[in-house]
């Protein structure tokens, strides 16, 4: 399963992905999420050294694209092998508003091909971000790539799955959540709330059967005061995740689910062969059976006949007893003198005979 996570700069996609295997580990005794190679390994960690500091990872590079492999699923059952896919938001924003794949540098486009080719898209929407944001035109651009990933086409048929990153910051509005189907609820209606309205209702509308919202906090921060003495937000240790238990339980059903379908689609491929080869099989049997019926009989050689083993085959055997004083032979009474009997497999017939 290949699981691309969208979202404009800063919006937590980076954090979030070092913190799935963390939360894992510490949270969920029932789940395995391990980076399966070293450079994932790596990536994960230096990130994680930094919030364990009490610092915030430095904002993806453009043109970098990195490609994380993971085990994942239920302890105790197969593990899906899955790739998680981080890009910087700088980089996306261009790749989402592209219409034509010619604006787009090398490295954009080969990032555009993975989004392309992923099962599961995770679109980070930092309300924060959106609203906190004095910039207008920032605003109404965050907007718009939402909605571009809500309709693009080629995404539809994926799974989807908008995520409200930093949600410690809508704690109050999003109070006493009661299930995954209230927490989606009022996930969708903060969005709608909060995003300018000539982009948002209808198609989040139109979209949102397709689409499950969920709210998560990656890393729970403590308010600190910066050189400028203004309040900043810095990973509160030891490090903590909210909300994602739906979220991780989302992106296990998903997984499988994709293999119940690969298995689906396997099952329908062969289905769909023996259908056709089934006619082909019958005819080639038919033929054999008619090319057998031509064939002479391996016992006779065709003939129909087999020499007779009592005689040798010359039709007189050695006389015995009182005759062989006056005669050296008797005709052979098993072959009456022909020197052959019939053959016994074909029946005399010299054809081959199945039954
Ligand atoms: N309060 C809070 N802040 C967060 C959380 N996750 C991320 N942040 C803040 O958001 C900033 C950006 O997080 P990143 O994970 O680097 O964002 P990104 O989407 O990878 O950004 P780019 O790499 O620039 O595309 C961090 O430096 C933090 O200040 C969270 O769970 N809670
Ligand atoms: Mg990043
Ligand atoms: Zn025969
Ligand atoms: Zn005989």
Redesign the pocket.
């Known amino acids: 399963m290949k699981i691309f996570i969208i979202?404009p700069?800063?919006?937590?996609?980076?954090?979030?992905l070092a913190m799935l295997g963390r939360y894992v580990a510490t949270e969920r005794k029932d789940l395995v999420f391990e980076p399966v190679n070293r450079v994932a390994w790596q990536y994960v960690n230096a990130v994680l050294e930094n919030l364990e500091r009490g610092d915030?990872?430095a904002?993806?590079r453009q043109a970098e694209l990195t490609t994380l492999p993971w085990r994942f699923g239920s302890r105790g059952a197969p593990l899906h092998e899955i790739v998680i896919f981080d890009a910087?938001?700088q980089d996306l924003r261009q790749i989402l508003i592209a219409d034509k794949q010619d604006s787009l540098t090398a490295e954009q486009r080969s990032i555009r091909i993975q989004i392309d080719a992923a099962d599961v898209l995770v679109y980070?929407l930092d309300l924060n971000g959106f609203l906190g944001s004095n910039d207008l035109s920032l605003r109404d651009e965050n907007a718009w790539l939402f909605k571009t990933f809500l309709t693009k086409p080629e995404w539809r048929a994926k799974r989807r799955l908008v995520v409200l990153?930093?949600a410690?910051?809508y704690a109050a509005m999003l109070a006493s959540p009661t299930g995954q189907e209230a927490e989606e609820a009022k996930v969708r209606e903060l969005v709608k709330q909060h995003l300018p309205t000539n982009y948002t209702l209808d198609h989040i509308v139109d979209s949102e059967s397709t689409v499950s919202y969920s709210a998560i906090?990656?890393?729970v921060?403590k308010t600190a005061i910066d050189h400028d003495g203004k309040p900043v937000?810095l990973p509160a240790h030891p490090l903590k995740s909210i909300g994602l238990y739906g979220f991780v339980d989302t992106l296990n059903n998903y997984a499988a689910w994709l293999i119940a379908e690969e298995r689906r689609r396997w099952l329908n491929r062969i289905a769909k062969h023996v259908a056709w080869a089934m006619p082909v099989l019958i005819a080639f049997w038919f033929f054999f059976l008619f090319l057998f019926h031509l064939a002479p009989c391996f016992a006779c050689a065709g003939r129909g006949t087999i020499a007779c083993q009592v005689c040798g085959g010359s039709g007189n055997r050695p006389a015995m007893g009182l005759s062989a004083w006056w005669r050296s032979t008797i005709p052979c009474s098993v072959c009456q003198s022909k020197g052959s009997i019939p053959c016994p497999q074909c029946h005399g017939k010299g054809k081959f005979e199945l039954w």
């Open positions: 979202g700069e800063g919006s937590g996609k980076t954090v979030l915030w990872p904002s993806t910087a938001g980070l990153s930093k410690e910051i906090t990656s890393v921060t937000r």
